[in-house]
């Protein structure tokens, strides 16, 4: 994650949730009082966006000290410690809800997408994440996909050229939608094509695409498709794929499959903030963890 824009999120996201200030802290605190605390898991899951404690933390009162124990991207479960925190008991519990929001948005979706990748079982095609996130988080959320494992598709409008159906149909063509963007873009970006028949494919290979998308199609479908892209070409699939699905395109020869879900679908993850010596109200984790790996989760 760029630190630096993450930065600019944060003081958006306390400022929404503080305001002038945080009402119940200050009434209740000193200024001079401090206090210890933890982050603990209450669900099993792939933890991401630690960091977010910290720069949160930091923002508030640079004292704070934060002292990290598992990585992005590990496994936790019930119970595990994720940071101890330790500084001013208003900043600790004003800047709680704001961490907690973020890191259990973006574990939520760093779990599911290893819930997928594991599901999928084929370490020869990459899953990718969509345009499809939420306004605002796209930066922490493409970087949960990461962390479960996934890859990034392109990050917004301006960093690759995918020629969908409306851009296709007030063209005229795929050949000509390819010309004109190879001609406004030049060699460095790449062209994705969105493709819905064997014909489509054919035009798309013969107008020079770099990636071509199979749009909504069975993996029978697909495995007959890839045969007509020469090598060189990326492929990918995209389009009513749920998880009850995903492993039916296993072997089936394309580059990546690009899912929405993984963003736009995906459960937080329980996470707490807790003083020192506090106990959880529970730990809701293991029957989820049972139902996770029995689903294909973890291996």
């Known amino acids: 994650m760029?630190?630096?824009?993450?930065?600019?999120?944060?003081?958006?996201?306390?400022f929404e949730d503080i305001g002038t200030d945080d009402l119940t802290s200050s009434a209740i605190?000193?200024?001079?009082?401090?206090?210890?605390?933890?982050?603990?898991?209450?669900?099993?899951?792939?933890l991401c966006g630690r960091q977010i404690i910290k720069e949160v933390l930091h923002l508030l009162d640079p004292s704070t000290c934060v002292e990290f124990i598992?990585?992005?991207?590990?496994?936790?479960?019930?119970?595990?410690?994720?940071?101890?925190?330790?500084g001013p008991v208003r900043q600790l519990l004003a800047g709680e809800r704001v961490i907690l929001n973020l890191m259990q948005r973006m574990s939520g979706i760093a779990?599911?997408?290893?819930?997928?990748?594991?599901?999928?079982?084929?370490?020869?095609?990459?899953?990718?994440d969509t345009?499809?996130?939420?306004?605002?988080?796209?930066?922490?959320?493409?970087?949960?996909?990461?962390?479960g494992g996934g890859w990034n598709h392109r990050f917004g409008l301006y960093d690759g050229i995918m020629i969908k159906d409306n851009h296709i149909a007030f063209c005229g063509s795929?050949?000509?939608?390819?010309?004109?963007?190879?001609?406004?873009?030049?060699?460095?970006?790449?062209?994705?094509v969105e493709t819905e028949s064997a014909e489509q494919v054919r035009e798309a290979v013969d107008a020079g695409a770099d990636v071509i998308m199979f749009d909504n199609q069975s993996p029978e479908r697909v495995r007959r498709l890839v045969d007509l892209v020469p090598d060189g070409i990326w492929t990918e699939v995209s389009g009513g794929i749920t998880l009850d699905k995903l492993?039916?395109?296993?072997?089936?020869?394309?580059?990546?499959?690009?899912?929405?879900?993984?963003?736009?679908?995906?459960?937080?993850?329980?996470?707490?903030?807790?003083?020192?010596?506090?106990?959880?109200s529970s730990l809701t984790g293991e029957e989820e963890l049972s139902e996770f790996?029995?689903?294909?989760?973890?291996?």
């Not at 200024?31 to 669900?43: D, L, M, P, W």
């Not at 997408?113 to 020869?124: G, I, M, Q, R």
């Not at 499809?132 to 996909?145: C, F, Q």
């Not at 929405?260 to 903030?273: C, N, Q, R, V, Y």
């Open 111 to 128: 779990t599911f997408t290893k819930k997928c990748v594991d599901t999928l079982n084929d370490a020869s095609i990459r899953i990718l």
């Open 174 to 192: 795929i050949t000509k939608a390819v010309q004109r963007a190879r001609a406004y873009a030049g060699h460095m970006v790449k062209i994705e």
């Open 247 to 280: 492993a039916g395109y296993r072997h089936t020869g394309v580059n990546g499959i690009s899912l929405g879900m993984l963003t736009h679908s995906a459960k937080a993850l329980d996470i707490s903030f807790l003083e020192k010596g506090g106990k959880p």
């Open 131 to 147: 345009r499809k996130t939420t306004p605002g988080l796209r930066m922490l959320e493409k970087y949960a996909v990461r962390m």
């Open 70 to 86: 598992p990585t992005d991207g590990s496994i936790i479960r019930p119970g595990d410690h994720i940071a101890r925190v330790s």
């Open 2 to 14: 760029n630190t630096m824009q993450l930065r600019k999120m944060l003081e958006l996201f306390l």
């Open 293 to 299: 790996i029995q689903g294909g989760g973890f291996h």
């Open 29 to 46: 605190f000193p200024e001079s009082e401090t206090g210890e605390g933890y982050f603990i898991a209450k669900q099993s899951g792939v």
